[in-house]
């Protein structure tokens, strides 16, 4: 129901917008997330935006450097990342996710914490390399 874009190569200091695009889910109940995986390790969390898109979180590793948005018309969620490192190359997924037993708000207070099987919903991820 989540389909991501935008990955690809750059190099670093570079810039790449990754879209996540929703099908027929109803993306403005939901809180959506960024994550990404760089094999053998679990996924990290990156960057959250409630439903509204009023609130966002960002892991410390971001430093500034990325930003979450969203157009809930469009049913579409960004993730802008500038100044990128060689150590930002993984796969990139957006997850949404609404309320969970222990997350029971988390359409409305997701934060880049929360972990990633809290989100009920995602995409095949996109490819993001980035060359020193």
């Known amino acids: 129901q989540l389909v991501e874009s935008g990955g690809g190569m750059v190099q670093a200091g570079g810039s790449l917008r990754l879209s996540c695009t929703a099908s027929?889910?109803?993306?403005?109940?939901?809180?959506v997330a960024w994550f990404r995986q760089v094999p053998g390790k679990e996924h990290e969390g990156i960057s959250c935006i409630n439903s509204s898109g009023y609130s966002t979180s960002y892991a410390r590793f971001v430093k500034g450097r990325f930003t979450i948005s969203r157009n809930n018309a469009a049913k579409i969620a960004y993730l802008e990342m500038t100044n990128m490192e060689p150590e930002d190359t993984a796969v990139y997924f957006c997850?949404?996710?609404?309320?969970?037993?222990?997350?029971?708000?988390?359409?409305?207070?997701?934060?880049?914490?929360?972990?990633?099987?809290?989100?009920?919903?995602w995409g095949q991820g996109t490819q993001v390399t980035v060359s020193s």
């Open positions: 997850a949404a996710g609404q309320s969970t037993e222990r997350w029971p708000l988390l359409f409305r207070n997701c934060d880049a914490s929360t972990p990633w099987n809290e989100f009920s919903y």
């Open positions: 027929s889910l109803p993306l403005e109940d939901y809180a």
